[in-house]
């Protein structure tokens, strides 16, 4: 048996997502064959494709050719969070625009996957299904065709988006809360809830109800407590960030390939994990507690003009 230890970087990463890094060559049903075999255990227990893997799990995977041969392939340069033959779900990290802008001089998220999936034998011109500002890390979904991002998007703007981001604050917060505060004239609404509360920054779970530009970042800065790394609206700096302090923590939404309505989580990036140490010193581990056990607000799924396409 082959034994992998999750780290901090992989906790909260679901297990096809694990999957999918560890051996990019794999079909998903390759995967799906592992799991419902029980070659795959996580703890010595069996576990699905959308299971959460936490700090120091333990997963193992029974050796074969086939297997061995997969491992033995070049890890993606991309981080895969989910893959069917509608949609790829990948991670963005910090400093990575979604398209390149006038300000941007790197290449953009979208250039980057579609060079990919060129790299891996499966090219495709890959269309942004919501949108992350540059200094945001986190979920971001790209439809395979034309016509899976109007299904997809038709889907969204029917059943709705939903949305959990983690931040990191500057000040003291309350434990829940929300800001109602019209941007640009629109009627705009963030809710929140408190995981940690340092000593000089909060670690919160947002939870945007409409998707206005920049809404997280303008709202808790009109609020008084600036993203910490978000210059741009007051936040301290913080070297190594690679960014501001926000994430695309898990998407919830309607998935036309698979039937279903669908979860999907993205890792923190290392430069966020440096800044909660940093902020939760020996309470690290309530932090990654915390984030096992975030829901998304159900009742606050339908957004209020925001067309399914945000951008915070």
Not at 212 to 239: A, E, M, N
Not at 284 to 302: D, P, R, Y
């Amino acid at each position: 048996m082959l034994t992998f230890t999750i780290a901090a970087e992989d906790h909260c990463r679901q297990v096809e997502s694990f999957l999918h890094n560890l051996m990019p060559g794999a079909t998903r049903g390759y995967m799906q064959k592992l799991l419902k075999s029980g070659h795959l255990r996580v703890n010595g227990t069996d576990r699905s494709a959308e299971q959460l893997l936490q700090e120091h799990d333990t997963l193992t995977l029974k050796e074969s050719s086939r297997t061995a041969a997969l491992l033995r392939e070049e890890r993606p340069v991309v981080d895969i969070l989910y893959e069917d033959d509608m949609i790829i779900v990948v991670n963005k990290e910090p400093g990575r625009s979604v398209h390149n802008t006038s300000e941007d001089t790197g290449i953009d998220l979208v250039l980057h996957c579609e060079g990919y999936m060129e790299r891996r034998g499966t090219p495709c011109k890959l269309r942004p299904v919501n949108r992350l500002d540059r200094g945001t890390s986190g979920a971001v979904i790209l439809a395979k065709s034309p016509t899976s991002a109007g299904i997809l998007g038709r889907f969204i703007r029917e059943e709705g988006l939903d949305k959990i981001y983690l931040a990191v604050v500057m000040g003291e917060v309350d434990s829940e809360g929300e800001i109602d505060l019209p941007l640009e004239g629109k009627e705009s609404l963030t809710r929140y809830r408190r995981i940690f509360q340092g000593t000089y920054d909060a670690v919160i779970a947002v939870y945007p109800v409409t998707g206005r530009t920049h809404q997280i970042r303008k709202h808790f800065s009109i609020y008084g407590h600036p993203v910490v790394g978000d210059k741009r609206y007051g936040g301290l700096v913080v070297k190594g960030l690679g960014g501001h302090a926000l994430h695309a923590f898990a998407v919830g939404f309607p998935n036309p390939g698979i039937g279903q309505r669908m979860t999907v989580y993205a890792p923190l990036p290392q430069g966020l994990i440096s800044l909660l140490r940093q902020v939760a010193g020996n309470n690290f581990n309530e932090i990654l507690k915390g984030l096992t056990e975030l829901e998304f607000m159900s009742e606050f799924s339908a957004e209020i003009g925001s067309g399914g396409d945000f951008t915070y």
